[in-house]
């Protein structure tokens, strides 16, 4: 149910998260292709302050996650599974398609009863997204999960370090 409270409908003035609050950090940012204050369009990009450039070394720790064995082991199985079950379960589909298009003959046969061949394979279709699924999730929990959180520890650790040395 829709409250009016949350649209911000009849509140008195601005206050934490309603429009115009002065301490949301939207407030006073200008959307692109809007004019500021010389005529000319803003930019997309807003300049860097110097919050942005501390957090810049913050993006070199990315990176250097990034260029990682570790990270680069993460993907690689990621790469293995997902590219393989894409590809086998496209074709699958594809090959659906082609014949439920091109054998309307064999798809029309009778299997049992008012149930035929093209009945069967759409079940299949729904069957297969499932199990690729119950794969995908199990392959991540086995393989990728606990590599994944000790890179994202060691991030944190490296963001926290460096938080306290400024």
Do not use: C, K
């Not at 934490?16 to 292709?33: F, N």
């Not at 393989?143 to 991030?155: P, Y």
């Amino acid at each position: 149910m829709h409250d009016a409270r949350d649209a911000g409908v009849g509140q008195a003035g601005p206050g934490p998260g309603r429009p115009g609050d002065p301490r949301d950090p939207w407030y006073d940012a200008l959307a692109s292709g809007e004019l500021d204050g010389t005529g000319a369009p803003a930019s997309v990009v807003p300049p860097r302050g110097p919050a942005e450039r501390r957090s810049a070394s913050a993006a070199d720790i990315y990176l250097e996650v990034q260029r990682s064995e570790d990270f680069q082991e993460v993907r690689g199985r990621y790469r293995r599974f997902a590219f393989p079950a894409v590809a086998l379960f496209f074709t699958w589909y594809v090959a659906y398609v082609v014949t439920a298009t091109a054998a309307p003959g064999l798809m029309a046969r009778p299997v049992a009863g008012a149930v035929n061949v093209a009945m069967l394979a759409g079940l299949g279709q729904f069957l297969t997204t499932f199990l690729l699924t119950w794969a995908y999730a199990r392959h991540a929990r086995l393989r990728r999960d606990r590599a994944a959180l000790d890179l994202r520890w060691s991030v944190f650790e490296q963001t926290r370090e460096q938080g306290a040395e400024r």
